[in-house]
């Protein structure tokens, strides 16, 4: 494996940046992927910058608005791991699909695994491992006959207007226990 393409960010300066000094630090990191995207493809657009995504998903290139959306909570908790792999990943997505059929290309395929390994120098993991309970909470409980599950809020909402959900261990339909309470963290 070749050392990664972009510098490693400091992480103590990172620990010690504000949300807009943060902001700005992702801003920087993707300018300088982008910058290196172009060296293969001059005429790469740059991607406009969404810090607007909810959930489980760290990041995501969104061809349809033009630009890169990232998890606002998922970079705050996970700032240098964050730098490192989730821009290049979002750009290495970026630079596929603007290359010539590239709008045909797998997702997770050849041509975006090359791009991560041969122009970011990292390897081509297409999912992360950061801890995601404050990111994208599932404070409603059910449960079945073999074990209790967590939903989120919008799962929540389809049960409530009529959608059933089955364990996929034992089959049972599941029932509604109640709401988790998540302590404080002041």
Known sequence: MTRPALPH???ERLAALDDEALRAALHERVAAAWRLCREVHPGLPHPAVWCDLRGK???QAHFGRGGLRFNPVLYAE???????EVVPHEMAHWLVHHLVD???ARPHGRE???V???LFGLAPRTTHRFDTARASPAPYRYACDCREHAFSARRHSLVRQGQRYRCRHCAQTLVYLGVVAFESDT
């Open 57 to 59: 998903c760290a990041g």
């Open 112 to 114: 975006w695994q090359t």
């Open 9 to 11: 960010p400091d992480p």
């Open 116 to 118: 991560m390994r041969d």
């Open 78 to 84: 996970n700032r240098l791991d964050f730098l490192v």
């Open 102 to 104: 590239g709008q045909l």
